[in-house]
């Protein structure tokens, strides 16, 4: 049962442009949620979090949208940048528990 | 930002041996500590929490005689995995959160386990 999903397995952007990445999640009870950005063979990197009484939260050029009644959040990279190329993971949370969705890779061309 | 680091990164061994992964916090004290595993492609997986002073609760479908957990003390945490066998390899990767348990979880660079 796949509790945090994240349906797109890999994004292309073109630098400069927004990047989007997307994530759903099934279960209620999560009350916070955290975007990583992970490069291969090394552990993620927390990147943003938003709680879930909160609808937006911006760093610098993250923004980390949670629309609840959907279940549904969505992270804005702008403007992306070539080093901005990773796999990104979304994760949710409850208590000490983090569920991940499967990742999804960004890549951004020059 | 918090350090966590993971030793070894790199790790291969033969079918039936025993494995040990360290988990340190260098800059803070975590009274827990997380481990995940992620095979290729596919999302991280929590193992089990661990807890220092008291036992590993681990999750479900996690065998707790084969993944072995200690919290030795507040800056480390330690996962052996016994007597290891091909499906074991994997990508293990601990983390462990700032200040309570439901902070914001740093993590490790993560260990290759290649058993052959």
């Known amino acids: 049962d796949q509790q945090v999903k994240q349906n797109s397995p890999s994004l292309s952007v073109q630098e400069g442009r927004i990047s989007i990445l997307n994530c759903d999640y099934t279960n209620s009870m999560f009350d916070y949620f955290l975007w990583y950005k992970k490069y291969p063979a090394e552990g993620p990197t927390f990147l943003i979090s938003?709680?879930?009484?909160?609808d937006k939260n911006e760093d610098g050029r993250f923004t980390v949208f949670l629309n609840k009644s959907a279940k549904h959040l969505s992270l804005h990279i702008v403007p992306s940048q070539p080093g901005d190329s990773a796999v990104y993971f979304c994760?949710?949370?409850?208590?000490?528990?983090?569920?991940f969705g499967a990742g999804t890779i960004l890549r951004v061309k020059s | 930002g918090a350090v966590v680091s993971q030793h070894p990164s790199r790790v291969i061994c033969k079918s039936g041996t025993s494995v040990k992964i360290e988990c340190r916090s260098l800059d803070f004290q975590a009274t827990t500590m997380f481990w995940y595993r992620q095979f290729p492609k596919q999302s991280l997986m929590l193992m089990a929490t661990?807890?220092?002073?008291?036992?590993?609760?681990?999750e479900q479908g996690v065998e707790k005689d084969k993944f072995l957990i200690n919290h030795a003390s507040l800056t480390l945490s330690t996962l052996t995995v016994t007597s290891a066998h091909p499906e074991d390899s994997s990508f293990y990767i601990c983390?462990?959160?700032?200040?309570?348990?439901?902070?914001?979880?740093?993590f490790g660079p993560g260990t290759r386990l290649t058993v052959l």
């Open positions: 661990s807890n220092e002073g008291s036992k590993a609760t681990y």
């Open positions: 994760a949710a949370g409850y208590g000490n528990k983090l569920v």
């Open positions: 938003i709680s879930s009484i909160k």
């Open positions: 983390s462990a959160p700032l200040f309570s348990s439901t902070d914001t979880q740093y």
